[in-house]
Nanobody
Framework: VQLQASGGGLVQAGGSLRLSCVAS????????LYWFRQAPGREREFVGM????????SIADSVTGRFTISRDNAKNTVSLQMNSLKPEDTAVYYC??????????????WGQGTQVTVSS
């Protein structure tokens, strides 16, 4: 199983980035996909979730209206479109997968993370 996240980088406040996570080794469409983030000295934070079909999504209040999660089951890819970025969005962003849709607890598979840095 592999989850490969990419798309991070350095961006000015107000800018946009699109993160992608390509998965392999499991039945992608049967899994809920997630984005989390962790800033230095802080706990891991839920960012967004999307169900297997893509019809059910959930976005954290802290990024609602700015971030959008989507998936392409044909390409085994989950994406996070991040607009109107703020310095407080600076973190390592991780994708994760779980066979049961939930928020909280353990998740079956994790990617390696991609750094997002937003300058003021």
């Amino acid at each position: 199983v592999q989850l490969q996240a990419s798309g991070g980088g350095l961006v000015q406040a107000g800018g946009s980035l699109r993160l992608s996570c390509v998965a392999s080794g499991f039945t992608f469409s049967a899994y809920a996909l997630y984005w989390f983030r962790q800033a230095p000295g802080r706990e891991r934070e839920f960012v967004g979730m999307i169900g297997g079909s893509g019809k059910v999504t959930s976005i954290a209040d802290s990024v609602t209206g700015r971030f959008t999660i989507s998936r392409d089951n044909a390409k085994n890819t989950v994406s996070l479109q991040m607009n109107s970025l703020k310095p407080e969005d600076t973190a390592v962003y991780y994708c994760a997968a779980n066979s049961r849709m939930k928020i909280g607890g353990d998740y079956e598979y994790w990617g390696q993370g991609t750094q997002v840095t937003v300058s003021s």
